[in-house]
């Protein structure tokens, strides 16, 4: 851009933040909050070369946070924006989404609102009690506008060849799974809620961080709590237990929920049974459980605080993880998963693009093993829980909740007399046997390893059939023999095709329909008829050359 025009831009800018800024008084920002609409896929890093910092993606817009000399910088890249604000020092930025056409119970609050998308608005405000003027119930986003920390050495995942074992739902997680216990859940569900409230800046909500605190050291984890400060002001705490893993412990599966709580009466009554003791007593069951195995990998199981001011634990989590260069596989957050609703047995799994893998994953394994349907939902603009807090800092999370609306959500009346703990139990299984899948458990006798597959297809005059030859490295310690599989579809159901366990280590799958692939595991069986988990899987022409 040439000086002159420069000059006017900038004049002009000036101009625009005096007078629509949300404290005109004050002297003029240096940088601007922009909204990107229909962003493709480049714009990542357009937006970072530019020296801007991206802020939140949803579905139909990014929003981004840029010094006013990056504006003809984006511009010159053909990136086409509307200026929203012009923030100053202490102005905050919240994502709010709200069922309410008009969010604001009065217009003279010092806080600002726009619609960004249905039922998802943008609000700024200086003022520390603009939550007052907000229609309830509502959610908080808050959202920071510096760039997220840079990772100290986060690598890609662990190798494909040893991440890919026991992804299936093998005898060893359907017998994890059927461990959950319906009982544990009231009990745990029953504690949180009589603490009253668990509104993040309370004693109770602290009590209640200890009391989780002291369930993960009954179940025999260590476990820590990590206090924070949020909104300059309050104080909570996030509470996190660790199952270390036995070959590379570094690794880390997270288990993850909110503890804390809100209502229209948050200081006196929040009891907060289905938003989110229902989650925290999944994370705490699924302790229980997982703690008396063994795995590949560490999982985490963190408890969270302050999500129902704006997702601040899980932020101040994840922004130290990242800093730490923590090497996070994946996250699996529940958030509200005991109101099934009056017809619909359905959990929404919800994951962004980054983490729709997870999803798949998540569905393959869980979906065997329960009967309550579970639904993909790839949506960035759902960011209205701890997920998402990950989600912006490049780690794959996804959210478990429950597809209907529950009419007690952010109420007094959301008691434990409204849910449906089948329903719960039901999503703990599915997540419980994600989770432990991801980590990889240590079965005895060991996973078969080194299974190949490839297939031949051999035409007479009247047919076409397909042979399927298999081949794999013997266990090392004892086993009797090994149990094939075959599906139609990868991450099965699997059809079990040999009777007795076979001592060699080939077989031969024959007389198949030509026009389709087949997939394999394997599993390992030891003399006291222990059976493995399942082996990598693979498919039938994955070796033909
Ligand atoms: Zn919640």
């Known amino acids: 851009m040439p000086l002159r025009k420069r000059i006017v831009f900038y004049l002009l800018a000036f101009l625009i933040s005096t007078v629509f800024s949300?404290?005109?008084?004050?002297?003029?920002?240096?940088?601007?909050?922009?909204k990107i609409a229909d962003p493709g896929p480049a714009l990542s890093r357009s937006i970072a070369?530019?020296?801007?910092?991206l802020v939140q993606e949803l579905n139909s817009c990014l929003l981004v946070y840029a010094?006013?000399?990056?504006?003809p910088r984006l511009r010159a890249q053909g990136v086409t924006f509307t200026v929203i604000a012009y923030p100053r020092d202490n102005v905050s930025f919240f994502l709010l989404y709200s069922e309410h056409d008009a969010p604001l119970l009065s217009r003279?609050?010092?806080?600002?609102?726009?619609?960004?998308?249905?039922?998802i608005w943008l609000c700024w405000t200086t003022a520390a009690d603009f939550r007052k003027n907000l229609a309830p119930p509502f959610s908080l986003k808050a959202l920071s506008l510096s760039p997220a920390p840079t990772p100290a050495a986060f690598a890609a995942v662990p190798d494909k060849e040893s991440y890919q074992v026991a992804l299936q739902a093998g005898p060893l997680l359907a017998g994890l799974a059927a461990q959950v216990a319906v009982e544990r859940l009231r009990a745990d569900i029953l504690a949180l809620q009589n603490f009253k409230t668990r509104f993040a800046s309370t004693p109770q909500c602290e009590a209640a961080g200890d009391f989780i605190l002291g369930r993960f050291r009954q179940i025999g984890l260590a476990a820590a709590s990590d206090p924070f400060t949020f909104e300059s002001r309050y104080q909570s705490k996030n509470i996190l237990a660790v199952i270390p893993g036995q070959v590379a412990p570094e690794w880390m599966v997270l288990a993850c929920a909110h503890y804390d709580s809100t209502s229209n009466n948050p200081l006196v009554s929040a009891?907060?049974?289905?938003?989110?003791?229902?989650?925290?007593?999944?994370?705490?069951?699924?302790?229980?459980?997982?703690?008396n195995e063994r795995f590949n990998f560490s999982i985490g199981l963190l408890c969270v605080s302050?999500?129902?001011?704006?997702?601040?634990?899980?932020?101040?989590?994840?922004?130290?993880?990242?800093r730490n260069g923590d090497k996070i596989i994946a996250v699996v957050n529940l958030d509200m998963i005991a109101y099934p609703g009056d017809r619909q047995r359905v959990l929404d799994v919800i994951g962004n693009r980054q983490s729709e893998w997870l999803a798949d994953l998540f569905i393959a394994v869980a979906q065997p093993l329960v009967e309550l349907r579970l639904a993909k939902v790839?949506?960035?603009?759902?960011?209205?829980?701890?997920?998402?807090?990950f989600w912006d800092r490049g780690y794959a999370a996804l959210c478990g909740i429950e597809n209907s609306v529950n009419p007690y959500y952010h109420r007094s009346s959301d008691m434990l007399d409204t849910l449906d703990l089948g329903f719960a139990a039901e999503a703990v299984q599915a997540s419980l046997a994600v989770v432990a899948a991801l980590a990889q458990p240590i079965s005895t006798p060991a996973a078969p390893t080194g299974l190949r597959a490839r297939s031949q297809v051999s035409a007479s005059l009247f047919s076409r059939l397909k042979t399927v030859y298999l081949e794999w490295q013997a266990n090392r310690e004892p086993v009797t023999g090994y149990h094939v599989f075959r599906s139609d579809k990868s991450h099965g159901p699997y059809l079990r095709l040999s009777e007795q366990?076979?001592?060699?280590?080939?077989?031969?799958?024959?007389?198949?329909?030509?026009?389709?692939?087949?997939?394999?595991?394997?599993?390992?069986?030891?003399?006291q008829g222990r059976e493995s988990n399942y082996s990598a899987e693979v498919r039938d022409d994955e070796n033909n050359r």
């Open 22 to 34: 949300p404290a005109a008084a004050a002297a003029a920002a240096p940088a601007a909050l922009l």
């Open 49 to 53: 070369a530019a020296g801007a910092v």
């Open 67 to 71: 010094p006013l000399p990056a504006l």
């Open 108 to 119: 003279k609050g010092a806080i600002q609102c726009r619609l960004l998308e249905d039922r």
């Open 271 to 291: 009891p907060g049974a289905d938003d989110n003791a229902s989650g925290t007593a999944a994370v705490l069951e699924m302790a229980r459980i997982l703690a």
């Open 306 to 322: 302050a999500e129902e001011w704006g997702l601040y634990g899980s932020a101040h989590y994840a922004d130290q993880a990242l």
């Open 378 to 389: 790839i949506n960035s603009s759902l960011s209205w829980s701890d997920h998402s807090s």
């Open 501 to 527: 366990p076979i001592v060699a280590t080939v077989f031969r799958d024959s007389l198949l329909p030509p026009g389709q692939n087949y997939y394999y595991v394997l599993t390992a069986v030891d003399e």
